[in-house]
């Protein structure tokens, strides 16, 4: 197999500092609070659906090495469909598309059955953490960051 090297534009956190840290210490505060393995399904969605090659290797990596299972990692792209998920989980990734694919609008229906399972603190959380992974995602896809690359 031969695969494509894709050259990188830019090492953004070099050229950038002050902006990566500052998305560092955004990412740090959006965490707080939330179920690591729900914080790595969010950040692995997210980034699917932004076709971040870097990060869905990163936090598909985090996720293994916290102890997520194979089956999960592979189905996320099909959670509707798979009964693999929690309702709580279901209900952090349809925000979490919504949130993402935000020009289509977050639903009624979404963001009730996500503050069904989260209470208000952990929705702002879970609405932080959509928002920063799709920084990163934004940063990594313009700047063509991809797995290996430093």
Known sequence: MTTVQIPQRMDFAAVAPKVFKAVLALDAAARQ??????LELVQIRASQINRCAYC???HTGDARRGGESEGRVYQL???QESSLYTAKER???????????????VPD????EAARHFDEHELAQLIALVFTVNTWN???????KTPGAQ
Request: charged share 25%; glycine share 6%.
């Open 33 to 38: 609070g939330l179920d690591l393995v729900l």
């Open 56 to 58: 869905i290797d990163y």
């Open 77 to 79: 792209d099909a959670w």
């Open 91 to 105: 209900a952090a990734l349809a925000l979490t598309e919504a949130v993402t694919r935000l020009p289509d609008g």
């Open 109 to 112: 229906a979404v963001y009730d």
């Open 138 to 144: 934004r940063m990594n896809v313009t700047t063509r």
